[in-house]
């Protein structure tokens, strides 16, 4: 049997690059993936378990080293860098001035961050519709701008950076602002918030980005029909990315979207509750703490709530008991436990456990069929024990058990 | 590898699917839940393992019993005892997985015990869901009469599916 080699040849130069179809590299993550399973399976064997084996521990200790190094290796084959869509969307601008009659100014940094070609490929609708947003509601027109003493040419800037195992891309404009009021005024009307809430201006710019919500009075052919939101939503969700938003009155708008550089594997800790195993990402944990009992307040007025004081703040505990709406009659006290501190975008939240396990690779599977509708996860990992884990996210568990 | 034998073997292959091809519509896998005989398509079961250690998973309905880990693939369990709203049972020796693909997405189902493959001709096979009172699509697709015996034929995309199937099991039990 032969197969058409894919790989031009005839430049032997030492850095000559290769065309190889996604599939072959798709083909390789998975082996990698197995194999990475395969040898954690291995080498934590229960049947080695009181064993004396001291050159099959250095032996072990070392395939695992070279199975990471492998693993990061296969990850690196998958990015590109981001500059392919930056340059896509820049074409796109000059439709945008015709179509807002607003001359615009885009400015491109950090292009030539790296990040995974399945992200990079799904990246551009979503960015397209964060980018007219900008255009469309976020600058002014050039009389307006020249009255407040702004450039007539609007500047939106399209960055790119890696931070930790995170790539953040950013849409900023230099136009108005978000209006606080007016949101306000329309999430109220969409039934949002309540009459007399005042919710946290942080909270209210992310509600822009809820389905359907739009706030531009006329809906031009660019945006405005709340239609690009649902799709950067539904978009960012699959990529296990959160968006955060930053405005200032008259100064403009910051959209960032946080994104983590690999899909294939994740940095979790593993942990245990009850039968049941999870995992969490290591960059969404700000700490795992013992708490004490003295450090624990139950409040009943609000139906038995529980908070933690961390370091004389209180944090919200979030028993995933109570998230899931299980069987609560047979709680142990949190003073028994270890809890889990996520960092979420509204603050902080302590998950209780009963036991942190290790901290591992993991190999990310999608929840589909069956398991489509479990509420807060972003998926499966399989550990190295053979195990599956639930991989939770911190953002929507924070968001309370409404789905 | 000597390709005039591989060719050869290839064509064997072939010769042997297009025999199955024939008829796989009508085959059907038959296990034990109780006392009653279920049959589900073949064509949709990719294996049959023994029970193995089962990994609990939170927001599922209770006939999921969590998942297990088969060769790299998270495949969901179902009780197929508590979907029909039977008595739970524990599990024993010949407890095992049906593992299914539907729809792109893996079930496995646990049954008491498999019983054998049968061909099964459509018109052997009584369809129970076209009762006026019954509003409802079954889960039960039809009755298959092998000699003395009555298979009952699941609808293998709603026994999947989250839609209730208590009713179905009323009308058969």
Known sequence: MSTEPEVATDAPQASALMRVSSDKISRLMDLVGELSLSVSETVNSPELQGLELNSFDAAAHRLSMIVREVQDAATDLRLVSVDEVFKRLRRMIREMERETGKSINLVIEGGDTAIDKLVSDRLYDPLLHVLRNAADHGLEGPEEREANGKNRKGRITLGAAQVGSEVRIMVSDDGRGLNHERILKKAREKGLFGPDEVPEPAVLNKVIFEPGFSTAENVSKLSGRGVGMDVLNQTMKELRGRITVDSAEGKGTDVALHIPVSLAFLDCIILRLGSRMFAIPVDDIAEIVKPNSQDLVEISADSGAEMMRLRGAFVRVCRLEHFYEEDDSDLRPLSDMVTIVFKTTTGQIAVPVDEVLDRQQVVMKPMVGALANVRASWGCALLGTGEVAVVLDGERLSQGGAS | ?173
């Open chain 2, 1 to 173: 590898m000597n390709e005039a034998v591989a060719r050869e073997a290839a064509n064997e292959a072939d010769e042997v699917r297009t025999v199955e091809d024939d008829n796989i519509d009508d085959m059907y896998l038959t296990f034990k839940v109780g006392d009653e005989d279920y049959g589900v398509v073949i064509s949709v079961v990719t294996e049959i393992v023994g029970m193995q250690r089962i990994m609990g998973i939170p927001d599922v309905p209770a006939y999921i019993k969590g998942v297990i880990n088969l060769r790299g693939k998270v495949i969901p369990l179902m009780d197929v005892r508590l979907r029909f709203n039977m008595p739970e049972r524990e599990y024993d020796e010949r407890t095992v997985v049906i593992v299914l693909d539907v729809g792109e997405a893996p079930m496995g189902l646990i049954v008491d015990r498999v019983s054998e493959v049968l061909e099964i001709p459509a018109s052997q096979i009584d369809r129970t869901n076209n009762g006026p009172a019954n509003s409802r699509r079954s889960v039960v697709s039809g009755l298959g009469r092998i000699d003395e015996r009555v298979a009952i034929l699941l609808d293998e995309n709603l026994l999947v599916s989250d839609s209730d199937v208590s009713l179905a099991v009323e009308v058969d039990a």
